[in-house]
């Protein structure tokens, strides 16, 4: 048991690191995250359900088949890939600001007459969460394909002395990936919630803002 901690500790570590280190992780979530509120815990697992089944699938790939398969050139065709998503996240998050509609109820109550403010999204919460996380888990598992910083994620479950070994530190490092995103999610929801009931144009601001990015990085992974 001993020889196995340190194993899923760095794993652990390696798979949280990687994914708060990583910009186009971070801004492919951060639009859906904004804009989910308090369900935006499911966006994080599902990234990361997806991110880790990605990153398995290459590490086992490059260790079966690594003279079979040209894992580099798939790698780098599903980073282009990811830059696309990314784009078309950005253009999601840009429309959803702009569609993000503040509307004012007048009440009387006891000839006392004032104003309730209420903020319109064109979809209902049971929609959007089911889009969403599906989406994330999408994005999640081309981000896990795509190669460059992934590999040296997973390259030490190639040093691995026994298959038993290499498979624990891949599950570790799927968990950090989950729990990092998560997190990250759950910040990002609380964010929305706040910015949704201090009034639209702080909301509608954020999210272009999430978008904007979205989009340039996708832009520059599709260029380079």
């Not at 969403?132 to 040296?152: C, D, E, Q, R, Y």
């Not at 272009?208 to 260029?223: E, H, K, L, N, P």
Request: with cysteine; glycine share 12%.
């Amino acid at each position: 048991m001993s020889s196995i901690f340190p194993i899923l500790l760095a794993g652990f570590v390696a798979g949280s690191v990687h994914v708060v280190t990583g910009p186009d992780h971070l801004v492919a979530v951060a639009p859906l995250a904004l804009n989910q509120g308090r369900q935006s815990w499911l966006l994080g697992i599902r990234w990361g359900l997806g991110h880790a089944s990605g990153v398995i699938t290459v590490a086992v790939a490059a260790w079966l088949l690594r003279e079979l398969l040209p894992i580099e050139s798939f790698s780098a065709g599903c980073e282009r890939l990811v830059g696309v998503m990314l784009i078309g996240i950005g253009l999601w998050g840009l429309r959803k600001a702009l569609k993000f509609k503040l509307h004012v109820h007048e009440h009387t109550h006891l000839n006392d007459t004032h104003q309730h403010l209420h903020l319109h999204r064109a979809h209902s919460n049971h929609a959007r969460s089911h889009v969403h996380t599906h989406a994330a888990f999408g994005v999640g598992i081309m981000h896990g394909l795509a190669g460059g910083s992934h590999f040296l994620g997973v390259l030490p479950a190639l040093a691995m002395p026994t298959q038993l070994a290499a498979g624990i530190y891949l599950l570790s490092f799927g968990a950090g990936t989950v729990l990092a995103m998560t997190g990250f999610s759950i910040v990002f929801g609380m964010i929305g919630s706040k910015l949704t009931s201090s009034g639209a144009k702080y909301f509608k601001g954020a999210m272009a803002t999430c978008a904007s990015t979205a989009i340039a990085v996708g832009g520059y992974w599709v260029i380079s």
